[in-house]
């Protein structure tokens, strides 16, 4: 091994992620070289100092105090059931039925809903992607070059189909962030608007389908189909999303599998 | 599930991970207020899509949300900050020559070594603070940042570069 690949590999070297084969050979290579042990030896002064106990901020005292609470007052909104083991509410058996109607309400003032939660994430994924001008990773027209550039960095692979004959064309592909997972987005364009579609495959629990919803003047639609869901956020005008929408799913329905 | 049940076992596996999440919230934020704010909206997020984590690592799966939140609120600041830019494919110009000893003084002043990391773009920062701080393996900051195992070893030892580079020219400013 030559000097410029073993300092390439010094930092890999140092973490001790290296494969046994490669870490003898750059170990034998450091014992004959000068220069790469001082580079190296730079490497271990600069990590020994960052291992100073100072650089590392532990959370104050308080924060966990403050999590703490705010997640439990969380899990109280998000579940009714536990207002039943309170004892009062099995007490006053006469009361339990108007109870029910106010713990029915309680998902609704709790704070936002996951499913609220991801609706805004979709609305600031697709935001994000206009403005700090990372629209693909992967800009092509070609649905053939944009479905095989998914492979192996996301755990299952997306339906593709341009629809530039119906006037949509396929702008190119992206990893995104959603949902706590990553996700695929596909863009297309509908003359100066841009539509995200992204696509993940679908939690059987998840309650998927519903009707437009409008978020800071963008419209968000999300539905299932063959095990995956598909979520088309634009500012296009909610006729021409549904369109869009339905060509995207009989385009998908039609797709060999 | 009921929520006693999850905000439970929620406080048992996630809730350890309080001072990973908020060194990580820290230098992302480079401020404490923030950093606590962050860190709270986080643990808000990995409550309400808890039933998403399936086991596993739990300590990854809390600060991939730490990153996300961090970042949605960087981006909304940008503004008004300033790092060295972020340049994935920087090879760097010679190292001008320091000697090891020198760096040695210099990597021992914490305060300056702290100001260099910060000066760090956000995304080589995160990996140095990921790996070298919370000793996180390459496969968890993988994880973490959503990245291929091969970007993680890139851009670990792009960052180093351009830490020790920003350290040898303040070394330069002030001897």
């Known amino acids: 091994m030559d000097c410029v690949n073993v300092e390439t590999l010094l930092d890999t070297y140092l973490d001790r992620e290296l494969d046994a084969v490669r870490n003898l050979e750059i170990e034998a290579h450091l014992k004959g070289c000068a220069r790469c042990s001082e580079s190296f030896g730079d490497r271990q ?21 403050r999590v703490q609470r705010s997640v439990r007052q969380a899990a109280r909104a998000e579940t009714p059931s536990y207002w039943f083991s309170l004892s009062w509410v099995k007490a006053a058996a006469p009361l339990a039925a108007a109870a029910l109607g106010v713990l029915l309400l309680i ?62 064309p396929l702008v190119g592909g992206r990893l995104d962030y959603l949902n706590n997972r990553p996700v ?7 003359d100066t608007h841009v539509i995200n579609v992204f696509v993940w495959p679908s939690d059987k629990s998840a309650q998927v389908s519903g009707p437009i919803k409008t978020r800071q003047g963008y419209h968000v639609m999300r539905w299932a189909s063959a095990g995956v869901t598909f979520s088309v956020v634009s500012d296009l005008e909610t006729s021409q999303l549904e369109k869009f929408a339905g060509l995207l799913k009989s385009a998908v329905a039609t797709l060999p599998r | 599930m009921g929520g006693q049940d ?67 609120w960087l981006e909304q600041n940008r503004r008004s900050r300033a790092t ?40 080589f920062r995160e990996v140095i603070v990921l790996r070298d701080l919370e000793e996180l393996s390459y496969k968890q900051i993988a994880e973490v940042i959503n990245a291929p195992l091969g970007t ?22 002030k001897p």
Request: hydrophobic residues 40%; glycine residues 6%; charged residues 25%.
């Open chain 1, 45 to 65: 002064i600069i990590r020994h100092g960052l291992k100073t106990e100072s650089l590392y901020f532990k959370a104050p005292a308080d924060l966990q105090k």
């Open chain 1, 107 to 168: 998902p609704f003032i709790g704070g936002p809903s996951s499913d609220e939660l991801l609706t805004q994430d979709i609305v600031a994924s697709h935001i994000r992607s206009l403005m700090v001008n990372h629209l693909a990773d992967v800009p092509s027209t070609d649905e053939h070059t944009v479905k095989p550039w998914f492979n192996g960095k996301i755990d299952f692979s997306p339906p593709v189909s341009d629809l530039a004959k119906e006037g949509f």
């Open chain 1, 184 to 190: 695929a987005a596909l863009v297309y364009q509908r």
């Open chain 2, 6 to 72: 999850k905000l439970g076992r929620f406080e048992q596996t996630i809730l350890p991970h309080l001072d990973a999440a908020y060194n990580l919230a820290r230098w992302l934020t480079r401020n404490e207020q923030d950093a606590q704010d962050m860190v709270q909206e986080a643990f808000l997020r990995a409550f309400r899509f808890f039933d998403g984590f399936r086991g596993g690592d739990a300590r990854a799966w809390l600060l991939t949300t730490v990153r996300h939140t961090c970042y949605t």
């Open chain 2, 84 to 123: 060295t830019s972020f340049d994935e494919e920087y090879h760097g110009v010679e190292e001008e020559g320091l000697n090891p000893s020198a760096l040695a003084i210099k990597s021992n002043d914490i305060a300056l070594l702290k100001e260099s990391l910060e000066e760090l773009p956000d995304e």
């Open chain 2, 152 to 173: 993680v070893m890139s851009r670990l030892a792009r960052a180093r570069g351009q830490l020790k580079r920003i350290l040898c020219s303040r070394f330069k400013e």
